[in-house]
């Protein structure tokens, strides 16, 4: 693994999240709408799910709560120890533009705006810092 992927990482799993919490959030809104019940038949199979409708998103809406809450904390040390490996390098300007980039999820224009620079000088900054970063021996790989 390079530099570039392991420090993507974080975007990745970022961007994993905010899917899953897209997705609880239309399964709350599921378990909030409780269907009536139905009486046009004319009689009940034995083998039927009696649950009520919305139990079946309730169940659904816990583990992938569940699976969010352990995503959030392989991301809370996904980006601490890409914030150990952006501070071993040594030029500030490409730890910055690493740390906007890996830990804000920045894009090119806004490390631009907040640094002062051209798209031009960001990338180079960029290039260059990569190469100065070391991807740890055990890194976490998500």
Same mark, same amino acid.
């Given at each position: 693994? =390079?530099?570039?992927?392991?420090?993507?990482?974080?975007?990745?799993?970022?961007?994993?999240?905010?899917?899953?919490?897209?997705? #609880?959030?239309?399964?709350?809104?599921?378990?909030?709408?409780?269907?009536?019940?139905?009486?046009?038949? +004319?009689?009940?199979?034995?083998?039927? =799910?009696?649950? #009520?409708?919305? *139990?079946?998103?309730?169940?659904?809406?816990?583990?992938?709560?569940?699976?969010?809450?352990?995503?959030?904390? &392989?991301?809370?040390?996904?980006?601490?120890?890409?914030?150990?490996?952006?501070?071993?390098?040594? +030029? &500030? +300007?490409?730890?910055?533009?690493?740390?906007?980039?890996?830990?804000? =999820? *920045?894009?090119?224009?806004?490390?631009?705006?907040?640094?002062?620079? +051209? #798209?031009?000088?960001?990338?180079?900054w960029h290039g260059n810092a990569l190469q100065h970063v070391t991807v740890p021996e055990n890194p976490i790989i998500i």
């Amino acid at each position: 693994m =390079n530099a570039k992927e392991y420090l993507r990482q974080s975007y990745r799993l970022d961007q994993r999240i905010a899917s899953d919490i897209e997705e #609880a959030k239309y399964l709350r809104e599921m378990a909030g709408s409780v269907s009536s019940i139905r009486y046009d038949r +004319d009689r009940l199979q034995g083998t039927r =799910n009696t649950d #009520a409708p919305f *139990m079946k998103s309730l169940e659904k809406l816990w583990e992938l709560e569940n699976k969010i809450s352990k995503e959030l904390e &392989m991301l809370s040390s996904l980006k601490e120890q890409i914030r150990d490996v952006i501070g071993t390098v040594e +030029d &500030m +300007d490409e730890r910055m533009v690493l740390k906007y980039r890996y830990i804000h =999820n *920045m894009t090119w224009e806004q490390i631009g705006c907040d640094l002062n620079a +051209d #798209a031009r000088t960001i990338r180079r900054w960029h290039g260059n810092a990569l190469q100065h970063v070391t991807v740890p021996e055990n890194p976490i790989i998500i």
